[in-house]
């Protein structure tokens, strides 16, 4: 089976041979194959730019591998501003002896990812590092998109606002412990991982403008909630009933004391829309596979500023607190 050479990062006949042979032939576009040492861009108003390394374990997973999550995490990064995802920029830093089998499985799934919302790759580099110098694959990408929805931000949230969350939450870190783990589930976890550029752009479509929108990647749906009740100063009254949590996740949390609402996920976004959106922004999201489980979560409110507050099932309530030190340390 084909490995990965040393000789193949650099820079000469073996370099342009992999690049061409493997990159080109599935990223193909006028931009890049220009090879140029940077890439000549054509964007109208403002734009929103993003940058993020990952370097996830294990590499494949239920759902998703790294490069499908590389494709993901950025576009949504971009989608989050209101913006149309439009170019990116990546670089693979790859360990000598790395089967060329699983790197073009990586590469395709990046090349189906992109299809999704239409981002191009555009400009990249590739380095080969002796062994042990990375564990298997890094990659680092970077992000370009047309805003087409301005004034989205944390600071935008009022008392009587609306909190949505777009997917069940937790799904890729336990997904990614149970494989770490090796743990025995009767039901196979899947990531969330997924592009979210398409139900977002059917939000502006339907001409509803989110407040605030943000993917709950690391530190969950804790995190996000907390920094948006920091940054506008108000309080957030959440109902844990109300949350989605997949059966094995709970089993997970259960089974190891963790918290659902703080790991990670890579294409469950949560949403602060107008009270009177929040019927017509849910069935919009219902009609995307990605955002199909969508459920309306909790409001905005005066008291408590600073802090969330979770409404148990049992009617008591508590403060969801922020994320404390590393959950699960290379999640993405």
């Known amino acids: 089976m084909k490995r990965i050479q040393l000789a193949q990062g650099g820079g000469g006949e073996e370099t342009t041979g992999l690049i061409?042979?493997?990159?080109?032939?599935?990223?193909s576009n006028e931009i890049l194959?220009?090879?140029?040492?940077?890439?000549?861009?054509h964007v109208k108003g403002p734009i929103a730019f993003t940058t993020d390394s990952f370097t996830v374990s294990p590499l494949f997973f239920e759902g998703g591998n790294i490069g499908k999550l590389a494709i993901a995490g950025t576009v949504n990064d971009l989608v989050m501003a209101g913006a149309k995802p439009l170019y990116l920029t990546c670089s693979f830093m790859i360990?000598?002896?790395?089967?060329?089998?699983?790197?073009?499985?990586?590469?395709?799934?990046?090349?189906?990812?992109?299809?999704?919302?239409?981002?191009?790759?555009?400009?990249?580099?590739?380095?080969?590092?002796?062994?042990?110098?990375?564990?298997?694959?890094?990659?680092?990408?970077?992000?370009?998109?047309e805003i087409v929805c301005e004034g989205i931000s944390a600071h935008?949230?009022?008392?009587?606002?609306?909190?949505?969350?777009?997917?069940?939450?937790?799904?890729?870190?336990?997904?990614i412990l149970a494989k770490r783990e090796e743990l025995d589930l009767e039901m196979k976890l899947k990531t969330d991982c997924a592009s979210l550029w398409a139900p977002v752009e059917a939000l502006f479509a339907a001409g509803i403008k989110p407040l605030a929108l943000r993917d709950a990647t690391r530190g969950?749906?804790?995190?996000?909630?907390?920094?948006?009740?920091?940054?506008?100063?108000?309080?957030?009254?959440?109902?844990?009933?109300?949350?989605?949590?997949?059966?094995?996740?709970?089993?997970?949390?259960?089974?190891?004391?963790?918290?659902?609402?703080?790991?990670?996920?890579?294409?469950?976004?949560?949403?602060?829309?107008?009270?009177?959106?929040v019927e017509k922004t849910l069935s919009v999201l219902h009609r995307f596979e990605e955002t199909e489980k969508a459920c309306y979560i909790g409001t905005v409110v005066g008291e408590h500023a600073g802090k969330v507050v979770?409404?148990?099932?049992?009617?008591?309530?508590?403060?969801?607190?922020?994320?404390?030190?590393e959950l699960l340390p290379r999640i993405c």
């Open 156 to 175: 935008n949230l009022k008392a009587g606002h609306a909190l949505i969350v777009s997917n069940e939450v937790g799904n890729h870190g336990a997904c």
């Open 220 to 277: 969950g749906l804790s995190a996000v909630l907390n920094e948006w009740a920091e940054a506008s100063k108000v309080g957030l009254a959440v109902s844990e009933k109300a949350i989605p949590v997949a059966q094995e996740v709970k089993g997970i949390c259960e089974l190891l004391g963790f918290e659902p609402y703080e790991f990670a996920n890579e294409g469950t976004m949560v949403l602060c829309v107008e009270a009177a959106d």
């Open 95 to 145: 360990e000598e002896g790395f089967l060329l089998e699983e790197l073009e499985s990586i590469v395709l799934s990046m090349k189906e990812e992109m299809a999704k919302s239409g981002v191009k790759i555009v400009a990249g580099d590739t380095k080969v590092v002796p062994k042990g110098g990375v564990d298997g694959l890094f990659i680092n990408t970077t992000g370009i998109g």
């Open 310 to 325: 979770l409404e148990t099932p049992w009617g008591s309530h508590r403060f969801l607190e922020p994320p404390k030190g």
């Open 33 to 41: 194959e220009k090879m140029e040492d940077a890439a000549t861009l």
């Open 20 to 27: 061409k042979g493997l990159f080109f032939k599935h990223f």
